[in-house]
């Protein structure tokens, strides 16, 4: 026996679907045909604006991060380079006796070593590279000979750049930070108001038999899922030419599952979304396009094929 239930989002665009869905059918029903109450349509509208701005912000924050992230690691790398290629410098000249073994103190170096020290975080970048930066300084004021290749100065350049970077990159991750913290503290109020609509719009229609129940409740956004598992074999292909397109991005909307088209154009997807789902196909130089099927009763496996336009 095949049992129907209905789903809850599990994620924010489940969320941000389910929202919108219910505040455009409120749009489009009859005062006589609307299933909400006044209080849940208005709660419905305001969060229907404030949470996508909440994944908007977030999404902003995070491209920014994600350019922040690239220029740091650049600066990074180059400051950690430096800073090697000064100490081996500089300990070939102790091997050489061009710096006394004792200089090594200027650079909070033990006496002992004659290795470069550890750069594999951020904070030692920063360290070392104050230890030479301060370090040189006194040596230098003691009568040291000068470092080259780098000298202190390209040193310097290339650490301060660093710590400039990585100061603004700490700024833009804590702002993404701000804007991650604040969708996950919405999360319970919107899945609070999300069970509400549900529960409020099965209530309204809870007369009709169960199919068609849950056929006017998905027009709210509502999703169900069955005890039973649908394959779908998806075809992409150019429509002019009808060669297969690979890499084409195959999704079922309401279980948010996707795959890419193989080199003949294929993907297979499974899903247990009741009733019927939405297909949706995206690939690069084409128009996207989508597909609502509708199951029949007994069948568990369906084909279909999109024949793609070029933009």
């Known amino acids: 026996m095949v049992v129907i239930s209905r789903r809850l989002p599990k994620t924010d665009t489940g969320r941000k679907r389910a929202l919108n869905a219910a505040d455009a059918q409120m749009g489009r029903v009859a005062p006589a045909d609307m299933a909400l109450t006044p209080a849940t349509q208005a709660r419905v509208t305001a969060t229907n604006l404030s949470f996508p701005a909440l994944l908007l912000a977030r999404a902003v924050a995070l491209a920014t991060q994600g350019s922040s992230t690239s220029l740091n690691e650049v600066a990074k790398e180059l400051a ?155 075809t992409v292909l150019n429509a002019d030419t009808r060669a297969a397109i690979e890499g084409a991005t195959v999704s079922i909307v309401e279980s948010e599952n996707s795959q890419l088209t193989d080199a003949a154009g294929n993907a297979t997807l499974t899903t247990t979304v009741a009733d019927e789902i939405t297909i949706e196909v995206e690939a690069p130089g084409y128009i996207a396009q989508e597909f609502v099927l509708t199951y029949v009763d007994g069948v568990f496996v369906y084909n279909h094929t999109f024949n793609m336009v070029g933009v």
């Open 80 to 234: 950690r380079m430096f800073i090697s290629h000064f100490f081996q410098v500089f300990f070939l000249g102790v091997e050489r006796g061009v710096y006394p073994s004792s200089a090594k103190s200027y650079y909070s170096l033990d006496l002992s070593a004659n290795a470069v020290p550890s750069l594999a975080s951020e904070a030692d970048i920063r360290d070392w590279g104050a230890n030479i930066k301060n370090g040189d300084i006194a040596r230098l004021a003691a009568g040291g000979a000068a470092m080259s290749n780098p000298t202190t100065a390209q040193v310097n350049a290339v650490v301060d750049a660093f710590v400039l970077t990585n100061n603004s990159h700490a700024i833009k991750k804590s702002a993404y930070d701000t804007t991650q913290e604040d969708v996950e503290n919405s999360r319970e109020d919107v899945d609070k108001l999300i069970k509400k609509i549900w529960d409020e719009i099965e209530t309204f229609y809870d007369e009709d038999d169960a199919p068609s129940q849950r056929r006017k409740c998905r027009l709210w956004g509502e999703i169900f899922v069955s005890s039973q598992s649908y394959t779908i074999n998806v």
